[in-house]
């Protein structure tokens, strides 16, 4: 359901039925896009010369106010706005003409996933290869702002968005007529002054990974010459399973002894200050825990020259400073 100029808004807006249900009165007029059970992708009218699409509806979020947004909520937070606008009023000759504007703001975070793939549904055609920072337009990549968390400025200013002038017809033929952004560069930065209080515990920590590394197993890796086998089928999913089953028992040891913050996703959700407890006491059960998700992404089981251990000892020292909290991330302004 690509939405290519203001009038397909329209149309999409009008062509939709309203939600009715105990949750949602008539008066919210929710109008799902796509599937209608997907009520928080949805288009609003905020006027008869501006409709947004957005995709999310927290409650929480400063967008609502007692469950229905408010037209200037709806122009501040929606990641796809169109507006039809008067072009030049005051000119003789291009007196009561009319032209298409669309704006466009980014993701929440890193890598939202939702967002992207809700931009890349209903945005133009030409607007469609965008990315977590960035789109591509005109034959080069175009930095897109960062939206910015619920009742906040970007960079201290309201404008936090790409603005594009409709020039055609059929595939939107656009114009960029607003600013240009230039993202922050991150610095990433050692703590020096703790990494060396702990690196003796670190560097024997890995002595004792590479040591346990063999008697540990090892993530299944579909291949071979009989892997096209029902035998061979039947074998992999039995190993997944018996993997699946040691990996997230580890998870939930570090999860109980507050390692982490989520065992489904622990390798990105480590506590660095219980991780550092962990490594330097030497006599729990908790560093084999620790060492299996290192393993996971890295080389070292697999290791059989000088290359392949020095490659792994990076992966390493990689992610000791990672799951230590060692690593300190600073950027520079953002601005146009």
Not at 133 to 149: C, E, H, I, L, R
Not at 183 to 194: C, F, Q, W
Not at 217 to 226: E, F, I, K, M, N
């Amino acid at each position: 359901m690509r939405i290519e100029s203001f009038d397909m808004a329209a149309r999409a807006y009008e062509s939709i039925r309203p939600v009715v249900s105990k949750y949602h009165p008539k008066e919210q007029d929710v109008r799902p896009l796509g599937n209608r059970a997907a009520k928080h992708n949805r288009i609003i009218k905020v006027s008869d010369h501006c409709y947004a699409l957005v995709d999310q509806g927290n409650k929480d979020d400063t967008l609502w106010q007692d469950g229905k947004p408010t037209p200037a909520s709806v122009v501040e937070w929606a990641p796809i706005v169109w507006t039809r606008e008067l072009v030049n009023p005051s000119s003789v000759i291009e007196k009561n003409r009319w032209a298409d504007f669309i704006q466009v703001r980014g993701v929440r975070w890193g890598h939202d996933m939702q967002r992207l793939r809700f931009m890349r549904e209903y945005l133009p055609h030409v607007l469609s290869d965008i990315g977590s920072g960035y789109v591509w337009f005109d034959g080069k990549w175009t930095a897109v702002p960062w939206q910015p968390p619920a009742g906040k400025l970007y960079n201290g200013e309201s404008d936090n968005f790409l603005r594009f002038k409709r020039t055609g017809y059929g595939y939107a033929v656009l114009e960029n007529v607003g600013r240009t952004f230039v993202h922050p560069k991150a610095h990433n930065r050692i703590d020096k002054e703790l990494k060396a209080k702990i690196k003796p515990h670190m560097d024997s920590f890995y002595e004792w990974i590479c040591a346990m590394a063999p008697l540990l197993p090892q993530p299944p890796r579909w291949g071979g010459t009989h892997s096209n086998t029902d035998e061979y089928r039947q074998d992999y999913h039995n190993r997944v399973q018996k993997y699946r089953e040691y990996r997230t028992n580890n998870s939930n040891k570090l999860l109980k002894a507050g390692l982490v913050r989520s065992a489904w996703n622990a390798k990105k959700s480590f506590i660095p200050e219980k991780v550092i407890e962990a490594i330097v006491t030497e006599n729990t059960e908790l560093r084999l825990a620790l060492a299996s998700l290192f393993l996971e992404d890295s080389e070292l089981q697999s290791c059989k020259t000088k290359e392949d251990f020095k490659y792994a000892r990076t992966q390493y020292n990689r992610w000791i400073n990672k799951v230590c909290g060692l690593v300190k991330t600073t950027y520079d302004e953002e601005g146009s």
